[in-house]
């Protein structure tokens, strides 16, 4: 299985340098549309960070995604590579070919660059490695640290030994680093890679929501040679439902640095209050807040929509059942009357033949 993972994770790497607007923005809008909470009040739910400081697309945009991807999953099975691969040209060619209904103007995804539709085709193909059963990691929510706030993280699905490649934990950087981005996703070219080594850009991909600790991490990033990717290598033995973790360095949060290993419970307040704010919040998706909200309405109205036929078709199904029911009862009825019917009349009809033959017999003796 790993293997299959492995030639998915290579072969997305080998794909050609994206610009950060289309890399950023085409992370952004697939996590949104995959993995935004339907009800983002319910305690459980969980609001996506985005890397980008803007969604320029509709929430009916989001839903066509989702809609796309779902019908589609399937086949994203990590046991074949080329049909792994395939299933994200399907999924590129269905949201090309897809109308939005009642989108009005919004022409959604028919709407995006060729380089854009790239970009949309290689997120969704590296976020479903981390929701495929057959991965040895998935995606889950996790505790940020001393915020007391939820985020997104890998987690094991099963043990897995130190030093073992996560090839599902993929990541990738573009090209250049001309578009503004979250600070908490920024990383350097290594010596090795096909940038320039040292130059900064930006971390886009699954790898991205591995979260950090300082001391009690169990992975660390490595590159993937003559590319832009990077992927997670466990550094000692790690369970299943365990989190995996890197140390993201020290100049990250200094002395203000508010993971588990930092900042216990019982010293998280002070902790908090010694954060600066800037860009290290934890979370960034105010500027997606309107494509979520009209996400989220146009799902509820299709879900109540969808409640409210079922209803329907369950009561039109009872009262079918019920004359159903109702017309076999008086067929019954109508059988059983005419059994005795029938019964009453043989009755009658063998009674004067017994009174004739008792009479014969009589006569004969």
Same mark, same amino acid.
């Given at each position: 299985m !790993? ?5 998915v994770? +290579? ?6 340098l994206m610009?950060?607007?289309d890399a %950023? ?6 996590v949104l549309?995959l993995f935004?909470?339907?009800s983002?009040s319910?305690?459980?739910a969980? %609001?996506?960070?985005?890397v980008g400081t $803007?969604?320029g697309?509709s929430g ?5 995604i989702?809609?796309?991807?779902e019908e589609h999953?399937?086949?994203?099975e990590?046991s074949?590579a080329?049909?792994?691969l395939?299933?994200?040209?399907k999924?590129?060619?269905a ?5 939005q209904?009642?989108?009005g103007s919004?022409?959604g995804c #028919?709407a995006l $660059?060729?380089a @854009?539709l790239?970009?949309? =085709?290689?997120?969704v ?6 929701? !495929?059963?057959?991965s ?8 940020m640290g001393?915020? !007391?706030?939820k985020g ?5 699905? @099963?043990?897995?030994?130190g030093?073992v490649d %996560?090839w599902e934990a993929?990541?990738i ?5 001309e $578009? ?7 990383? #350097?070219v290594?010596d090795?890679?096909n940038?320039?080594a ?5 971390l886009v ?6 979260n950090?600790?300082c001391?009690?991490?169990?992975? =660390?990033?490595?590159?993937?040679p #003559?590319?832009s990717?990077?992927?997670?290598r466990t550094?000692r033995d790690v369970?299943?439902?365990?989190? %995996?973790?890197v ?16 900042a216990?419970?019982?010293g998280m307040?002070?902790v908090?209050?010694s954060?600066? =704010?800037?860009p ?11 494509a @979520?909200?009209e996400?989220r309405?146009r799902?509820a109205?299709r879900n109540?929509d969808r409640?409210t036929a079922?209803?329907d078709?369950?009561a039109r199904n009872?009262?079918k059942a019920?004359?159903e +029911?109702?017309e076999?009862?008086?067929s019954?009825?109508r059988?059983?009357?005419w059994?005795k019917?029938e019964a009453k009349?043989?009755?009658?009809m063998?009674?004067?033949a017994d009174? !004739?033959? $008792?009479?014969?017999g009589?006569?004969?003796?």
């Amino acid at each position: 299985m !790993s293997s299959q993972a492995e030639l998915v994770a +290579k072969a997305l790497s080998s794909a050609p340098l994206m610009t950060s607007t289309d890399a %950023i923005s085409a992370d952004d809008l697939v996590v949104l549309a995959l993995f935004a909470p339907a009800s983002p009040s319910r305690p459980e739910a969980h %609001i996506p960070q985005i890397v980008g400081t $803007s969604v320029g697309v509709s929430g009916l945009t989001l839903l066509t995604i989702r809609d796309t991807f779902e019908e589609h999953k399937d086949l994203f099975e990590l046991s074949r590579a080329s049909t792994y691969l395939a299933a994200a040209k399907k999924v590129r060619s269905a949201l090309v070919r897809r109308r939005q209904v009642d989108g009005g103007s919004d022409r959604g995804c #028919r709407a995006l $660059s060729i380089a @854009m539709l790239d970009c949309v =085709e290689w997120f969704v193909a590296a976020y479903a490695m981390v929701i !495929s059963p057959r991965s040895v990691v998935r995606l889950g929510v996790s505790k940020m640290g001393a915020y !007391s706030q939820k985020g997104f993280g890998i987690f094991a699905r @099963m043990d897995i030994r130190g030093g073992v490649d %996560i090839w599902e934990a993929l990541g990738i950087m573009p090209g250049d680093n001309e $578009s503004r981005h979250s600070s908490l996703s920024a990383i #350097r070219v290594a010596d090795g890679q096909n940038q320039e080594a040292g130059s900064e850009r930006v971390l886009v991909g699954p790898l991205r929501m591995v979260n950090h600790l300082c001391r009690s991490f169990n992975a =660390e990033y490595v590159y993937i040679p #003559r590319t832009s990717a990077f992927i997670a290598r466990t550094t000692r033995d790690v369970v299943a439902g365990e989190e %995996i973790t890197v140390n993201y360095g020290e100049e990250w949060f200094g002395s203000s640095c508010p993971c588990v290993d930092c900042a216990p419970t019982d010293g998280m307040e002070a902790v908090v209050q010694s954060i600066p =704010e800037g860009p290290q919040e934890p979370t960034n998706h105010g500027p997606a807040a309107a494509a @979520m909200e009209e996400r989220r309405t146009r799902l509820a109205a299709r879900n109540q929509d969808r409640a409210t036929a079922f209803l329907d078709n369950r009561a039109r199904n009872s009262e079918k059942a019920k004359r159903e +029911k109702a017309e076999k009862n008086k067929s019954k009825q109508r059988e059983s009357r005419w059994r005795k019917q029938e019964a009453k009349r043989r009755q009658e009809m063998a009674a004067p033949a017994d009174a !004739s033959g $008792s009479g014969t017999g009589q006569g004969a003796l």
